[in-house]
């Protein structure tokens, strides 16, 4: 093991360690460029005081990690062209190395109903991948920044939906259940678009399993000739 690699590691360890607190929460739909207030569109989410993360891949907390039934009901709706970029802001920092993904799912009867979203009509419009090279190991997207954005499909017909932003934090992963998965969900209205007919689709819980290899992951421990980070979940919709 060369000198770079060990202080890579030691590095790694050392921040681990310093963050293992900064948690976070999505609380902001970023829309038309703006970023909205904390919980106007975005479901109120059950760690809006711990930040704490969802571990478990197989608990309803992985749809949308809502504080109650009546969190549906408190948010509005956005009204979002097709076509147009869209985006969540965390209260603070992605300090996570991780993976980021966005989905959709329509929303019978309305996207502030509690039963919007609970069958397998979610679709990935978004993702953004770690990447990897055998020189570099793995870098992370959006890692200490304070936004992540993406496009809302052109050909994404109009009507209300849930938009579902994940980041999957991977500093801890190596064991199950130990990635941990920041959710937030905003009720949006589409308007504007098109006729596309979106999928694969995906229920969650569902989607994902705890040993899927882009959640059960050690990063700082790839094995030899790694082939690069496998994303969990469906293929992305691009419209
Ligand atoms: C975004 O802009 C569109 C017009 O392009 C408008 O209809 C819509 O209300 C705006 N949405 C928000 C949440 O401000
Ligand atoms: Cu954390």
Not at 30 to 36: K, P, Q
Not at 117 to 142: C, H, R, V
Not at 163 to 183: D, K, N
Request: glycine share 10%; with cysteine; charged share 10%.
């Amino acid at each position: 093991m060369s000198f770079a690699r060990l202080t890579f590691l030691s590095v790694a360890a050392l921040t681990a360690v310093h963050t293992g607190l900064a948690h976070y929460t999505f609380p902001d739909l970023i829309v038309n460029g703006t970023v909205t207030s904390d919980w106007q569109y975005v479901r109120e989410t059950a760690n809006h005081y711990t930040n704490d993360p969802v571990t478990d891949v197989t608990s309803d907390a992985i749809r949308c990690y809502e504080l109650d039934s009546t969190s549906a009901g408190a948010a509005g709706i956005a009204t979002v062209p097709a076509g147009s970029t869209v985006g969540f802001q965390p209260n603070i920092d992605l300090y996570h190395p991780g993976y980021l993904s966005a989905y959709m799912s329509p929303a019978s009867p309305a996207a502030n109903s509690a039963s919007a979203g609970l069958d397998a009509t979610w679709f990935k419009i978004w993702e953004a991948n770690p990447q990897y090279s055998s020189e570099t190991g793995m870098t992370f997207p959006t890692q200490n920044e304070l936004q992540f954005t993406f496009t809302i499909p052109e050909s994404t017909p109009s009507g209300q939906y849930l938009l579902r932003g994940e980041q999957i934090a991977l500093h801890v992963a190596s064991s199950v259940g130990g990635a941990q998965f920041y959710i937030g969900c905003a009720q949006i209205n589409v308007v504007n678009g098109g006729d596309g007919t979106p999928g694969p689709t995906v229920a969650f819980p569902g989607a994902y399993s705890a040993t899927d290899p882009g959640i059960l992951i050690n990063i700082y421990a790839l094995p030899a000739g790694y082939a690069g980070y496998q994303a969990p979940g469906p293929a992305v919709w691009s419209g």
